[in-house]
């Protein structure tokens, strides 16, 4: 059974700062997978998707990464900002179904 | 704007009641989907529909059903045999099947 893990559980860095942010699938079936960001209270925006056949891909400051082999995905984000500060979390498709990590809360500090 | 509405935003359920929760799009998706968010935890599927007039049950379908009669709507209800729904609700719409997801803002049920 695919489980996703995030760590850590919440981050907290000066603006300014390049981050990263971790996820780990246990089965490298996966189709697909994809990062989204979560304000309080809100429903979900989708940040970037990676297909199984891709490395990486980037968005503005965000570049994520995907390494089946190792059950690895990294989202990187360059030059913080307050406005990043949300949960961040990831998503593997697997078998039709998306199956979620916890999520990481990032709190960029002015 | 095109995009997915869920309504109420906030919704509270007495002992033994049952309660529905309304997600409508106009994004022309095929593909709906009804999550679960606890505290803590990823986000567990309840059921989606691939298709008008189809539905699948999810990871966590027990107390729950839902209905597909038009394309734009796919309204969850919570039954009183849900005997922990206090959770915040998230619809979700895609093109097909394994195509990125949309989602609404959410709605916050509590039980009184």
Request: neutral net charge; glycine residues 8%; charged residues 20%.
């Amino acid at each position: 059974k695919q489980e996703v893990t995030q760590i850590p559980a919440a981050l907290s860095v000066p603006e300014g700062e390049n981050l990263v942010l971790n996820c780990s699938f246990t089965d490298s079936a996966i189709y697909n997978l994809q990062w989204f960001r979560q304000d309080p209270g809100k429903g979900l925006t989708s940040l970037l998707l990676i297909q199984s056949s891709q490395r990486e891909q980037t968005s503005g400051r965000l570049n994520a990464s995907l390494d089946k082999s190792s059950g690895r995905s990294t989202l990187y984000i360059a030059a913080s900002q307050p406005g990043d500060s949300a949960t961040y979390l990831c998503a593997v498709d697997s078998n039709y179904q998306l199956i979620w990590g916890a999520g990481t809360k990032l709190i960029i500090k002015p | 704007d095109g995009g997915i509405t869920q309504s109420p935003k906030y919704l509270f359920r007495k002992e033994g009641q049952n309660v529905t929760l309304s997600c409508e799009q106009n994004l022309n998706h095929d593909a709906m989907y009804w999550y679960r968010q606890d505290p803590g935890q990823g986000l567990r599927l309840i059921y989606y529909s691939q298709i008008v007039n189809d539905f699948q049950k999810g990871d966590i379908a027990e107390g729950y059903s839902v209905s597909r009669e038009k394309k734009e709507s796919f309204p969850l209800t919570v039954t009183s045999a849900q005997k922990n729904p206090t959770a915040f609700y998230l619809c979700a719409s895609s093109i097909a099947l394994q195509q990125p997801q949309h989602f609404g803002d959410g709605t916050r049920l509590s039980i009184l």
